[in-house]
């Protein structure tokens, strides 16, 4: 139902509300009669709403209802291997059929929609051109026609980097050499040569390269000028020091009146100071693994990390990972994120593994012989402790994610910080990867 109400919600179609019979399937009452099927009740709305959607050529119109039946055909249940090939489809295509938005579109996105706002962290990659054409469906279709899910897609979007321009100073002024000499008025024999005149001098702006401000830093102080720094220096203590007293006093009596003041400033500076210390990362020992009953590309383990019983957690490493492989492996994992509900299933933490940048190899990352389940690791200069709960609205882990990478030796580190345990540092088999 969720799906035909996005799809009545974009095409702006005005007419009776779609109802379920007694069998579950959809069905809609017009005045040609009673229409059931997504597909069916799909077409019928996009030709009579206000949104016309024109097809170029029969071949597109062919296209289109191949991808309406095998929505139907295909995608109940939704199982990965189907998943799959969308996504590979989608690796060239901005649409699934030609350059605009068909009825094509919005059919499979509505169907998919909810498995796609349900992969976890592991998968994005997997489906990642799935994933940002249903995000382009669903921007193009608009808020109202999204609040009819109930859960929302989110994922970890890469976020462009503006490059640093700089001014280039201008090139001197080429001297004319091949000016003649100019002669005197009164006729006289000897010319007179006029001397060429220098090239000008550019700018002192033009040469200034544009560049941002380096950020402030604690007990930094060395560098240019020692009269301008101190200079700046004095003004920016005295502005800091106004400014600390208004805002202390401020807050001092705010926080008199309400008791909430100080949790608040604390989730605040947890926002801005978001680092690898924060999170609760262990080593474990998986005891058992199985495939995942509703997700071909899940496994569902069970990992000793040290607790009262060993803990769930859903990894997508079915395609990278033999299940041999997985029975009995040391791993690491993020206890502390908020549970989560995966294909109906729940997990509740996240293993840590290194993938290239072309997400074709994927493997778990290895802790040192002899570490004790339930170790803490620990990064230098990062100290904890750690957050009771990663509170996903806050996008910690998108925060640590582009800084969590192996060396060329394949070992992992956050911002040069290596993965510590009392016997040593956590190794990978992927050299300069990632690491989520």
Same mark, same amino acid.
């Given at each position: 139902m969720e799906a035909l109400r996005f799809i009545l919600s974009y095409s702006g179609y005005v007419g009776t509300e779609p109802s379920t019979s007694a069998s579950g399937e959809l069905q809609l009452q017009t005045k040609q009669g009673l229409i059931t099927g997504l597909t069916p009740i799909s077409r019928h709305v996009v030709s009579h709403g206000t949104k016309k959607m024109q097809v170029s050529t029969p071949e597109a119109q062919a296209q289109i209802d191949e991808w309406l039946t095998w929505s139907v055909t295909e995608l109940s249940p939704l199982i990965d291997d189907k998943l799959f090939k969308l =996504?590979?489809?989608?690796?060239?295509?901005? $649409?699934?059929?030609?350059? #605009? @938005? #068909?009825?094509?579109d919005l059919v499979v996105c509505a169907v998919v929609q909810p498995a &796609?706002?349900? $992969?976890?962290?592991? *998968?994005?990659?997997h489906f990642? =051109? @799935?994933?940002?054409?249903?995000? @382009?469906i669903l921007n193009l279709a608009g808020t109202d026609a999204c609040s009819h899910f109930s859960k929302k897609l989110q994922f970890l979007k890469p976020c462009f980097q503006e490059p640093v321009l700089q001014q280039l100073a201008p090139p001197p002024k080429a001297v004319d050499t091949s000016a003649k000499p100019q002669e005197s008025k009164k006729g006289a024999s000897q010319a007179v040569a006029t001397p060429p005149q220098a090239p000008a001098a550019p700018e002192p702006s033009a040469s200034i390269s544009v560049q941002p401000a380096p950020a402030a830093k604690k007990d930094s102080g060395t560098g240019g000028s020692k009269?301008? *720094?101190e200079g700046a220096s004095a003004k920016s203590s005295a502005a800091a020091a106004e400014g600390g007293s208004k805002s202390g006093s401020k807050s001092g009596a705010?926080?008199?009146?309400?008791?909430?003041? =100080? &949790?608040?400033a604390d989730t605040k500076k947890e926002e801005e100071e978001a680092h690898i210390g924060l999170l609760d990362i262990r080593v474990g020992t998986i005891v058992k693994v199985d495939k995942h009953p509703n997700a071909d590309a899940l496994y569902l383990e069970e990992i000793d990390l040290g607790e009262e019983k060993p803990r769930q957690v859903i990894s997508g490493l079915v395609k990278f990972v033999p299940q041999d492989k997985?029975?009995?492996?040391?791993? @690491?994992?993020?206890? =502390?994120?908020? &549970? &989560?509900?995966?294909?109906?299933?729940?997990s509740y933490g996240m293993v840590l593994c290194a993938s290239n940048d072309a997400h074709d190899q994927v493997d778990p990352v290895i802790p040192p012989q002899g570490v004790p389940n339930g170790e803490r690791i620990v990064f230098e200069g990062f100290p904890g402790p750690p957050l009771e709960e990663v509170n996903p609205k806050k996008k910690i882990l998108e925060k640590l994610f582009p800084d969590m990478k192996t060396d060329a030796g394949g070992v992992p580190n956050y911002k040069g910080a290596y993965f510590m345990t009392s016997k040593g540092p956590v190794t990978s088999t992927i050299p300069n990867a990632h690491v989520a």
């Open positions: =996504n590979d489809h989608l690796t060239t295509r901005t $649409f699934l059929v030609g350059r #605009t @938005l #068909t009825i094509a &796609a706002a349900s $992969f976890p962290v592991a *998968q994005t990659l990642a =051109n @799935l994933l940002r054409w249903c995000d @382009l009269s301008s *720094q705010e926080g008199g009146k309400k008791g909430g003041g =100080n &949790a608040t997985m029975q009995g492996r040391r791993v @690491l994992v993020v206890c =502390n994120l908020k &549970a &989560a509900k995966m294909r109906d299933v729940m």
